[in-house]
């Protein structure tokens, strides 16, 4: 792997299959002009398609081997490279229209996906690789097993698309799971009409704390039987019932 000790403690899967990289990068599209940031470039396998079509690339990477090496490919007129941790980092700081991609560490990729929701402001587009598992939660619809907390926050920000399915020999080392490109678009200012954001979020983790319970007891002391009654909602369904302008209602109410 040129070099490199893969380091599980920073979900490094390098992807070594060009086709899946071409797939890749054909879904992002990249305009010269873009302002792109890759979050994990390892060892650059989507990195350096990118480059070739871009003028200036924005990195953000965990891994001090791994940012030195960056440091020695790639002058910093065409890359400029945040050292440090994404779930922590300010994306906001890089400026507006932001398209965002990566391969991403699979061992943090839901709160890493609740940090980056929180820039839906200035983000274009993303495109991530990631557990098949957790793509399935991300664009799982009222009913399913998999739909919850992370289907909600996500489906109210942005549209969902499917796109490339990856089995593990596209990676070296290949991870234990199957794997899955998807796109993310913001929704229009329009579309999010959730009074407080801070209200909406805290209502859908409450009701999701404890999923196989009914609405009246996982909002108990949150929104009582006349409230239940005002919105049209049985409090007999349980949190994986509600479509997401349900929670948007509830939220509202209670504002
Ligand atoms: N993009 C490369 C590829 O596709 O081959 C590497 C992908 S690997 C799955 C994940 C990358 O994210 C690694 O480079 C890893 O060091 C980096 N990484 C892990 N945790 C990180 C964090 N908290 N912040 C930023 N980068 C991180």
Known sequence: MKGHIARKRFGQNFLVDSGIIGGI???IDPQRGDT???IGPGLG?????LMARLDHLHVVEIDRDLIARLKRQHPPARMSIHEGDALAFDFASIGRDLRLVGNLPYNISTPLLFHLA???GVVRDMHFML???VVERMVAVPGDGDFGRLSVMLQYRFHLEWLIDVPPESFDPPPKVQSAVVRLIPKDVAELTAKDMTQFSRIVQTAFAQRRKMLRNTLKGVLDDAGFAALGISPTLRPEDLAVEDYVRI???LA
Do not use: C, F, G
Request: zero cysteines; charged letters at 20%; glycine letters at 0%.
């Open 251 to 253: 939220a509202n109410y």
């Open 118 to 120: 929180e820039y839906v």
């Open 131 to 133: 557990q098949k598992e």
């Open 36 to 38: 792109v940031v890759e």
């Open 25 to 27: 990068i054909s879904a």
């Open 45 to 49: 396998a989507i990195t350096v398609p």
